[in-house]
Every structure is written in structure tokens, then in C-alpha cells.
């Protein structure tokens, strides 16, 4: 039983991979730019954005928030389906067709809880943090300001935006604009669960 769990979790993340590989080749296509110019404006290099969109790498929560910084659109973004797959989900998103993704580095599982390609400039996204675990993000100035929410629904998070650092528990919230480095920590040895809702006129974008 473990063999065969072990394995659907491998088909799992292959198939996750290969969506996020094929999202940002999307989104890269519909601006038409070269690999050279998304490393630019990301600072991934393009050998690493080339493997990512051939579903060759698994690359880090870290690395897909600067490829979606450099591509214009939320993190959220880049887990939709490329666009012919999602024309005929409707607004409404199932639990088991939601997204689910753990970062290769820190361990966090997060889940795209909000229906894809709404339009609405807001996405609700799920995530599972591990004891121990620290993920920290760049969050360079963006052309479309992101704004985002987290509630924490069980355990505790720190979370360091800038200069400032903050410790939620169990039904506390803040509230953010991405535009200032990032870090999220638990450090506790029970795994935190929190909602992240993000606002943007980006996350509406294609």
C-alpha cells in the first residue's frame, strides 16, 4: 500500500510540475518575451526558466515568486491550468480539483482554493506549514501592487515583513503589500494552516 501511495504522489507532483512549466510558458508567450528577457526581469536564469517550462525541474516556492514578479502576475497564477484546459470550469471549484503543491524546499503544501480564470482580482490559496520551516521571499516592487491577507487557522506563524516582525496564532490576521522582502517561520513543532487571500489586478491577468 505504501508503494502504490508512494508512487501516486510522484504521478502527482510530475503532473503539477508539468502544469506550472506549461503555465509560465503561457503567460511568457502571451507577452511576448524571450527566456532572456523573463531571467532579466525575474533574476532566474534562463537555463532554469528553459527546464521549468519543459517540466524538467521542480523549482521552489522562492522561484516561481520571482518568475510570477517578473511575468507580472500573483504566485496563485501560475498554478492554473494553461488556458484551453480551463474553458469550461465555471465558477465554481471543487476540492479535489483544486490545486495542490508542496514546495520542494521548506516542505509547505499550498492549495489554490479559488475557481481559476474568474477575473476577479482576488485568489484564496490553503497552506500547510511544517515545524521548523522558513521560506523567504524578495518581493521586489511590482508594476501591479499585490496586497495580500493571512489567517491563521491553526497553530503558529511568524512572519517578518521589512524590519517588522509579527507572531499570529490560532484566528489572528494581517494584512501586507508584497513589496517588501518577506519571511514566513514556524517555529513550533505542529504544522500551522493558514488562508492567504490575495488581491491584484494582476491575478486577473492571462
Not at 521589512?162 to 490560532?170: E, M, N, V
Amino acid at each position: 500500500m505504501s508503494y502504490l501511495m508512494e508512487n501516486g504522489a510522484k504521478a502527482r507532483n510530475s503532473a503539477i510540475v508539468a502544469r506550472i512549466g506549461a503555465r509560465v510558458r503561457e503567460l511568457r508567450a502571451a507577452r511576448a518575451m524571450s527566456l532572456d528577457a523573463l531571467a532579466v526581469r525575474s533574476a532566474v536564469s534562463r537555463s532554469m526558466i528553459s527546464l521549468i517550462e519543459r517540466g524538467e525541474a521542480s523549482p521552489t516556492a522562492v522561484v516561481l515568486d520571482k518568475l510570477a514578479s517578473g511575468l507580472g502576475v500573483t504566485l496563485a497564477s501560475l498554478f492554473d491550468a494553461p488556458g484551453h484546459e480551463d474553458e469550461s470550469v465555471g465558477p465554481v471549484a471543487k476540492r479535489e480539483d483544486q490545486p495542490l503543491w508542496k514546495d520542494p524546499a521548506s516542505g509547505y503544501i499550498r492549495r489554490n482554493v479559488s475557481p481559476p480564470r474568474t477575473g476577479h482580482p482576488m485568489q484564496i490559496v490553503e497552506v500547510s506549514f511544517p515545524p521548523g520551516a522558513r521560506v523567504a521571499f524578495e518581493n521586489p516592487p511590482r508594476e501591479t501592487p499585490v496586497y495580500q491577507q493571512v489567517w491563521v487557522l491553526e497553530g503558529t506563524i511568524e512572519i517578518a515583513l521589512g524590519a517588522q516582525q509579527y507572531r499570529l496564532r490560532d484566528g489572528d490576521c494581517i494584512a501586507m503589500q508584497l513589496d517588501h522582502p518577506t519571511m514566513f517561520h514556524n517555529p513550533t513543532r505542529r504544522t500551522a494552516r493558514y488562508v492567504v487571500v490575495i488581491a491584484s489586478e494582476a491575478g486577473s491577468r492571462r
